[in-house]
């Protein structure tokens, strides 16, 4: 069946309430291990069919963010999602009181367990009018940004359209493309800064209805972060600082030298090459049939499973007006299918996008057994790894993509290195407004340019006094739409350089199938386990962590020179 046929019914609230309880009832009444697991089976399967409906509808008003049916259906889910939550805790509740827990735990995933503790701090009926508050505001911010239309040069252009100008070798195109997209946010400026303000305030009143000292806290736990403190991301961060930030600014420096230019602007960032970056050498068409072929050569694995994408039309990557936004992966639990969404324009991010968002939906793949649908996919640090590795793991293959490989594969190892401070910038600077909920937006703006400066001190905004007040952070739709979703992806990155060194440099055999295990455990783990079981080394051991960032940037050292 093509994506297209998978049915969408709105389901009704009162008729799965009742259901649902009665599944519920026969966990609560079991008199035996069997009886116990044959309800939870239950209700999984209930949970799976109503989760795969929300995803249907979020996917489809995704593509199309101007579609009447689906933004009717957006914000149905908008309010009826937080009631659906407080209604699992039902089941939470009863799994974790059951007398024959500990029997449980030893024939369904132990992730599950902490799960259900985490649901059941996080989630109480008065915060049900908070959290209806909190998605309406998120919807309000992704239906802005899909409403993008860019004049430039001309024509008019989504966000992801004008950004493919980013890396033009002109550099006064890439000025002038940066301008255009630098407008639409300062011209939504009031409305970014009320959205946020509103999003500040609505997420501590619901941390504190919890009983959470703040919303950092919260996140923490909503973020079902089991085998490490917040404590220990602060020591990652200032990691990235002391030792990753001085590696950073030398490869800024190198990449002046190669563009020619005594400093670099901010425009000039994204610009790896005098001659330009590498670009893809096919059209939409033809990416998706390479990665087909290529994905064959990687392994039998993967070329099932990329084959079953295509096949059932399980991609949509083409940007247009309405559509929102970036791109992701989702997991349609009752179809066992994954469907990946991104919005290409013709650079080289294409084939970034495509290689991690693919990542993720092999993890799928790979987790089909897994039949809770919180566990599918596992913690997001973790999640993070599948993909960012499937990056790298591709990197033979690049032949096939672009003209000069070798180009593509130092800009993008530079890119992944350097993007390590932004990540923590980005969660660092959440840190500070949650703690500080009653900031202006022009005491974020300060915040966030401060911390900018410490942790990306490359950022030269002297040309736009917008930026320079610190603006940038509007962009990132993590900090509106999923806060504290923005440290995994640096945690593991970390962990992909492990990949990288394994399987591409080293050419280890044993690489890729501690990469499979890791696929094919999903969420059934916590993230420190899954890292344990599949033979990397944890990004909060500094030991490990220094010695792998200077091999990081050695190999980025002989990469430069080959393509010199």
């Known amino acids: 069946m093509k994506f297209s046929a998978y049915p969408y019914t709105r389901p009704d609230f009162a008729h799965y309430q009742v259901t649902f309880d009665a599944a519920v009832k026969k966990l609560t009444a079991a008199t035996s291990v069997q009886s116990a697991s044959l309800a939870i089976e239950q209700l999984n399967q ?228 005098k001659t330009g970056n590498p670009k893809p050498v096919a059209d939409q068409t033809e990416l998706i049939q390479l990665a087909q072929s290529m994905y064959q050569e990687l392994s039998p694995e993967t070329g099932s499973f990329f084959q079953q994408l295509v096949q059932a039309e399980l991609l949509d990557l083409t940007s247009h007006p309405g559509k929102q936004s970036g791109g992701y992966c989702e997991y349609l639990d009752s179809f066992k299918a994954p469907f990946i969404f991104a919005n290409f324009n013709g650079t080289a991010d294409d084939i970034d996008v495509l290689t991690h968002e693919a990542g993720h939906a092999f993890q799928t793949s790979q987790s089909t057994w897994i039949t809770e649908p919180e566990l599918v996919f596992p913690t997001s640090e973790a999640a993070e790894i599948h993909s960012m590795s499937m990056e790298f793991l591709t990197y033979p293959y690049l032949d096939r993509f672009f003209a000069e490989p070798d180009k593509y594969r130092f800009a993008h190892l530079s890119s992944a290195l350097t993007f390590l401070p932004y990540g923590a910038l980005v969660d660092h600077f959440q840190e500070a407004v949650y703690q500080h909920p009653d900031w202006s937006a022009s005491q974020r703006k300060k915040c966030w340019r401060e911390l900018e400066q410490r942790y990306c001190p490359e950022k030269n905004y002297r040309t736009s006094p917008a930026l320079m007040r610190g603006t940038f952070w ?58 344990a079981k599949s033979q990397l080394a944890s990004p909060f051991d500094f030991t490990k962590m220094s010695p792998l960032i200077k091999k990081i940037s050695a190999q980025l050292e002989q990469w430069e020179k080959a393509v010199q």
Not at 236 to 250: G, N, S
Not at 491 to 520: G, K, M, N
């Open 46 to 273: 209930l949970r799976q069919t109503l989760f795969t409906q929300a995803k249907l509808a979020y996917i489809r008003h995704s593509l199309d963010t101007n579609d009447p049916f689906y933004e009717q259906e957006d914000d149905y889910w908008n309010q009826q999602q937080p009631r659906f939550d407080e209604l699992h805790n039902r089941f939470y509740r009863a799994l974790v009181t059951s007398p024959f827990k500990t029997e449980l735990e030893k024939i369904f995933p132990p992730t599950l367990f902490l799960f259900s503790e985490d649901q059941l701090k996080l989630v109480q009926p008065e915060t049900i009018p908070l959290k209806q508050q909190e998605n309406e505001w998120i919807s309000r911010y992704t239906r802005l940004i899909a409403s993008a239309q860019i004049d430039f040069r001309g024509q008019t252009y989504t966000l992801a359209e004008v950004a493919a100008f980013f890396t033009d070798p002109d550099r006064s195109v890439r000025k002038a493309a940066q301008a255009a997209y630098e407008h639409f946010f300062t011209s939504h400026e009031t409305e970014l800064d009320e959205i946020y303000d509103q999003l500040v305030k609505l997420r501590t009143a619901i941390a504190r209805q919890a009983g959470f000292k703040d919303y950092v806290a919260y996140a923490d736990v909503a973020m079902n972060r089991w085998s490490y403190t917040r404590q220990q991301i602060q020591a990652f961060r200032k990691f990235i600082v002391t030792e990753v930030v001085p590696v950073t600014q030398k490869l800024y420096q190198q990449q002046a030298k190669r563009l020619t230019l005594e400093e670099l602007e901010y425009y000039d960032l994204p610009l790896q090459f």
């Open 474 to 531: 509007y962009r990132q739709g993590h900090i509106f739409e999923v806060p504290f979703y923005y440290i995994d992806y640096t945690l593991a990155q970390v962990c992909a350089f492990q990949f990288l060194l394994r399987h591409v440099i080293e050419q280890d055999p044993s690489a890729w199938s501690d990469y499979l295990t890791l696929c094919q455990l999903g969420g059934s783990q916590p993230f420190l386990t899954l890292l």
